[in-house]
């Protein structure tokens, strides 16, 4: 089982609309998919048609110990599974600010959660996270066997980069050994443009740069660039994947061509 | 003095861009503006060219009680001073979890600010607040006489604009009886795509639609959309404003209308 999670503490570089295009298009190649959605807007639970304004199950229950991941799951697509998220989830942070082991409190949900389903495997454990560095994102990274990054090609962006990779460095050597960064992917690509080409030279010659003996030194930059394609944007409102919404759009060219490379590099565990 | 909180939970939808060409855009007409960033990514301090990872005084040490903010702010342009965030602010959330009056910290030291600048008065104090709602900006909607809400047209970023204006209101109720939202700009405005155009009228319904006695039921959508526009992605990389870095751009004009906009609206207080 390989648990991604999906990170950048910057706000809106893509980490919901590749969450959700990432574990609809390995689901639909057959895989075992479960999103768990960790940001209390919601996003990746309502862009997939769960409403979130209802009375339900969410994670929130599972941290604040009331319920197990497997009664807070819903079957939203064959083959893919959502443990939804609303408001409730802010309320951790305060409720769990001096609880003993606050940060292992998933990681043993997806344990439990493995050893449950036993017969019938999850293959990939997909974690949408929200734009910050708190309990519920320190929860994901501890949890996670491998984190995939988000970047959009602007200089805002790459500005937070470095502490990114600082953060996941401690994670690695304080809570979770096996945490190793996959890949950073180019969302929001605005092809033709300067700042785009400019930026992702930037962001390469960082990486060449870095010390081999970074936790991020062998995180590569995914060859499958996510261009700006605005029926990324509307398909949320149709509570669909971009596969089903627009199939023919570059939107899903290069998810597709992600979900393959994302598939390809699977870790020797 | 006005003092004005750019909030939205939503990530990456222009608060750091907004609040640094507004800031700006009021300071080259002569107004005496402090820009104050809360966020523990430091964007709008790098945005106008302060490096965030030397060793400084920032505003962690206003809300660890070490620093005054006067001691705090750094003059960038002439009329404009820019109080910096790097990620020491981050370490707020925990460190003030359970202190006495922690929502109040920065209405206090905006009150000691403005009584030793009593004979130069500053016009405008400008909040760029991080994408969550946390200690941080639970302070800064405490602090604001006003609130400027930027929104994408997207659906995703309509989703949880509801929540943001119910929990302005439990502020306003419980903590700052001051506190009205003074308008929402449409940011990253892709003009020409139905999706834009389909998520305006669903927010501007919504506030015909809301109740009388909201508090945001005076919220006016802003007439200068903020159109999506590469020079205000460029702009950062250069430490200036959109004003400096690209003056016969559509961000200058939008972002030049905007500002005129705001000074319209000055609130009788
Ligand atoms: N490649 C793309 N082309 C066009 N629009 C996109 C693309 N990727 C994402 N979007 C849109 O841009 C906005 C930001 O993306 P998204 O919400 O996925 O980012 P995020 O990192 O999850 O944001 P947050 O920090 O708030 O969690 C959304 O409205 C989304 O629909
Ligand atoms: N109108 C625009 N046209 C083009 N690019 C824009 C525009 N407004 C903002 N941007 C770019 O989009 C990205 C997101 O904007 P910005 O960082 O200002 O949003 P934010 O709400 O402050 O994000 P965060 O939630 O991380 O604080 C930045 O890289 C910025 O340079
Ligand atoms: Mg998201
Ligand atoms: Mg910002």
């Known amino acids: 089982m390989r648990i991604i999670a999906i ?21 639909r190649l057959g895989k075992r998919v479960c999103l768990i959605d960790l ?26 110990g009331e319920r197990k991941l497997i009664e807070t799951r819903q079957l939203v697509k064959s083959n893919l599974w959502v443990v939804p998220a609303n408001i409730d989830l802010a309320a951790v942070e305060v409720e769990l600010v001096d609880a003993q082991g ?23 454990v ?15 990274l501890t949890a996670a066997t491998e984190m995939l990054i988000p970047v959009q090609p602007h200089y ?5 980069l470095s502490r990114l990779l600082e953060t996941t460095a401690l994670i690695k050597r304080r809570l979770n050994r096996n945490l190793s960064i996959t890949g950073m992917m180019l969302c929001l690509y605005e092809t033709g443009t300067r700042l785009a080409a400019d930026v992702t030279d930037d962001l390469m010659r960082f990486l060449e740069e870095s010390d081999p003996q970074a936790p991020w030194s062998n995180a590569k930059v995914f060859n ?30 290069d998810y597709g061509n ?12």
Do not use: W
């Open 7 to 27: 990170m950048n503490q910057k706000g809106g570089v893509g980490k919901t609309t590749s969450s959700v295009n990432i574990a609809a298009g390995l689901a």
């Open 39 to 64: 940001d209390s807007q919601g996003n990746s639970s309502s862009h997939l048609g769960i409403d979130i304004n209802q009375g339900m199950q969410t994670i929130y229950q599972v941290f604040s």
């Open 102 to 124: 606050r940060e292992f409190i998933l990681k043993q949900a997806l344990e439990q959660y493995a050893r449950e389903e036993r017969d019938k495997p999850l293959d990939y």
């Open 126 to 140: 997909i974690m949408d996270c929200p734009p910050a560095l708190n309990t519920v994102t320190i929860n994901a």
């Open 156 to 160: 805002l962006s790459l500005q937070g």
């Open 224 to 253: 499958s660039r996510i261009r700006r394609n605005i029926r990324l944007a509307e398909a949320p409102s149709f509570a669909q994947s971009i596969f089903e919404y627009a199939p023919d759009s570059t939107g899903a060219h």
């Open 258 to 269: 992600l979900v393959q490379e994302v598939m390809a590099c699977e870790k020797t565990q």
